[in-house]
């Protein structure tokens, strides 16, 4: 069987290349035009880089487009004959996607795909994929199983993070000027969030700094480990620029309490994607996790 997960989960090539998974990249565009990228390209972190730059441009313009049905077939193709278990996101979010994607299920049968829609988006994407293949590791499953486990942790996963760069969210036309300028002019910058269904992230707050961010975040998790009474808990986490501290911030406050309240932690760090750069800006970290059942 193989696994396929689309490119707004949130894990760097190399990680992606250790786990054998396949992977499709949504397009991305640029004032209009096709923005050439794929998640393999050479000198990846300098081309990441080079975008997250021109994001700081206020006369630039960055987006995505659905997945198209040649992309598709184009992958399905390279595992023909193969079982394969397409982990994408949230389809509600990007019904130009879903729309490709029933279409290519319904017309190419000689691809045996079965597809989970993990109705969530960026790192909930990829959290969501780690689970699965954690489990994967101690036991042998069908895809039916691996099928049944992601609706299982569907239920259970989460997205937070922080967005510094609110000016980015005014140009973006998702916040008025006079907000973006007074909570800059306070330091205070928005707490997002996302659960399954949702499909997008909304703000749940504001902190001043990353410190009080973490801090919330990992009472947030302690308490829904809490309700769901599990002791599973995998992370994955994506990053841009020099906000890898407070990733690494938050590994160290989970490590901790895995290790005070007897957790199974799993936790990766990744320089963000392509895909979610022209949503989130040029400076934000975000967290998505799974608690197992």
């Not at 659905?66 to 193969?82: A, L, R, S, V």
């Not at 000689?110 to 101690?138: C, H, P, W």
Request: with cysteine; glycine share 6%.
């Amino acid at each position: 069987m193989k696994v396929i997960i689309d490119s707004t989960c949130q894990i760097e090539n190399q990680r992606i290349k250790e786990l054998n998974l396949g992977i499709i990249d949504y397009p991305l565009y640029l004032n209009g035009e096709v923005y050439e990228q794929n998640w393999d390209m050479p000198n990846i972190r300098e081309a990441k880089d080079k975008f997250i730059e021109l994001l700081r441009e206020k006369k630039n313009k960055a987006g995505t487009s659905g997945i198209t049905e040649k992309q598709f077939i184009d992958t399905f193709e390279k595992y023909k004959g193969e079982e394969i278990l397409l982990i994408t996101q949230s389809i509600n979010n990007t019904k130009a996607t879903g729309n490709s994607l029933r279409k290519v299920l319904e017309e190419h049968p000689e691809y045996d795909v079965k597809a989970f829609d993990t109705e969530i988006l960026a790192s909930g994407v990829g959290a969501q994929g780690l689970a699965l293949l954690r489990e994967m590791k101690k036991k042998k499953l069908t895809r039916d199983e691996c099928y049944a486990l992601l609706e299982k942790n569907r239920a259970n996963a989460h997205v937070v993070g922080v967005l510094y760069d609110l000016f980015y969210l005014h140009r973006s036309g998702r916040t008025n000027f006079a907000k973006a300028a007074m909570a800059t002019a306070l330091g205070l910058y928005p707490l997002l969030s996302s659960t399954p269904q949702s499909g997008v992230l909304k703000s749940t707050g504001k902190v001043r700094n990353f410190k009080q961010a973490n801090a919330r975040f990992i009472d947030a998790i302690k308490e829904q480990m809490a309700a769901r009474k599990s002791k599973i808990l995998t992370v994955t986490m994506a990053y841009v620029n020099e906000h890898i501290k407070e990733c690494l911030h938050m590994k160290d406050v989970l490590e901790k309490t895995a290790e005070e309240l007897n957790w199974d932690l799993q936790v990766d760090i990744n320089y963000s994607n392509f895909s979610l750069l022209p949503h989130m800006g040029p400076d934000f970290y975000e967290m998505g996790y799974v608690i197992g059942t």
